[in-house]
């Protein structure tokens, strides 16, 4: 297949360069054309306009919001804006966005013949480099199988398959919520046991070799003890995705009071941001900062403990390249 890819952010260039990488023909755009000429990038075509992804097979877009992705597609220059000739018969679209802009999306799609396929990620950049990042899929089922040895390049952990319209939307948001509360959770027992007396590094060391231990404990492991902030996800994503949360739970009528109440430590992250000499800019640093919310609300004190510690998320040299499969092998594919 001849890909095209739209958004080259932290998340969507990493990716994009897995599907260069594992042999695919990738035509690339993005607004800030630097972003799409990067080393990582390389063996790239880069378009100068969007119209020159038109006649690619399958477009994948990793954008911020659903409306830019709305826009992507329909606006002035949306690939499959009003009088558009030619365009992609295939989107997958990576962003974390609304079910009711998913649907939306959908909706406008089928009157133009186009599948659309919801392929929300999980992970940050580091997992994708290191090949650890996994997604979940809906929509038709015959154009998942088609494009699923692609979406294995990008995600090698998996593509599940969850089933017709914006299941994978559900999936990707409930999975976002247990991060936010496993990060405030793992936080809050970190900064008990130093203020026990145990260095951070010793106790996270135990907490990821544990049954408790994950991909996730471990790729957060240096920046609480080097206090490193970094940018992999801001918590104004965290709190983006916690308020579509929520919001889903109070229409399902389920009930989700731990949710509800790391939502609020979250917000008061936003507060104590006001005592910086920058707020903006600090509420654009890693959501792992909280700890120096929730280290200020312990009164314990917090220093960079200098300790070379692993993330678990060394890159791997050469992702799988894909392995081609008659159609009748892969029907009834699932993860």
């Known amino acids: ?18 599907l260069v990488r594992a042999g695919y023909a ?20 880069v378009a100068d306009s969007r119209s020159e992804l038109a006649d690619v097979d399958g477009l994948f877009t990793m954008l911020s919001t659903g409306q830019d992705v709305i826009e992507v597609c329909f606006g002035a220059e949306g690939m499959f804006r009003e009088g558009a000739k030619t365009f992609p018969r295939l989107l997958v679209d990576c962003s974390t966005i609304s079910m009711a802009e998913s649907a939306e999306v959908r909706a406008r799609l089928d009157k133009l013949g186009v599948q659309f396929l919801a392929a929300p990620v999980s992970g940050n950049p580091k997992c994708v480099r290191a090949g650890k990042l996994s997604c979940v899929v809906s929509g038709p089922e015959d154009a998942f199988i088609e494009v699923k040895p692609a979406l294995l390049a990008i995600a090698p ?4 398959y969850a089933g017709a319209g914006e299941l994978a939307r559900m999936c990707k948001i409930a ?10 959770n ?5 900064l008990l046991a130093q203020k026990a007396g145990v260095p951070r590094h010793a106790f996270l060391e135990f907490l990821n070799n544990s049954v408790m231990g994950s991909i996730f ?17 801001p918590p104004t994503g965290m709190r983006k995705d916690m308020d579509l949360g929520l919001s889903i739970a109070r229409d399902l009528g389920v009930p989700m009071p731990v949710t509800s109440a790391v939502r609020e430590v979250l917000q008061s ?16 640093k890693d959501f792992a900062a909280l700890l120096e919310t929730l280290a200020l609300l312990a009164d314990v004190k917090l220093e960079s403990e200098k300790v070379a510690v692993s993330d678990g998320l060394e890159p791997e040299k050469e992702p799988p390249r894909p392995v081609g499969r008659t159609k ?6 699932r993860a």
């Open 1 to 18: 297949m001849k890909l095209g890819w739209i958004g080259m952010g932290r998340m969507g260039a990493p990716m994009a360069a897995r």
């Open 26 to 45: 990738v035509v690339v755009w993005n607004r800030t054309r630097a972003k799409a000429e990067s080393e990582e990038l390389k063996g790239a075509n």
């Open 157 to 160: 952990r998996g593509a599940a």
């Open 175 to 184: 999975v976002n919520l247990l991060l936010a509360v496993v990060n405030e």
């Open 186 to 190: 793992m936080m809050e027992v970190t």
């Open 217 to 233: 404990t471990r790729y957060k492991t240096p920046a609480l003890v080097n206090l490193d902030w970094t940018t992999t996800f």
């Open 269 to 284: 992250h936003f507060g104590a941001a006001q005592l910086k000499p920058d707020p903006a800019a600090y509420l654009q």
């Open 328 to 333: 009748a092998e892969t029907t009834g594919a």
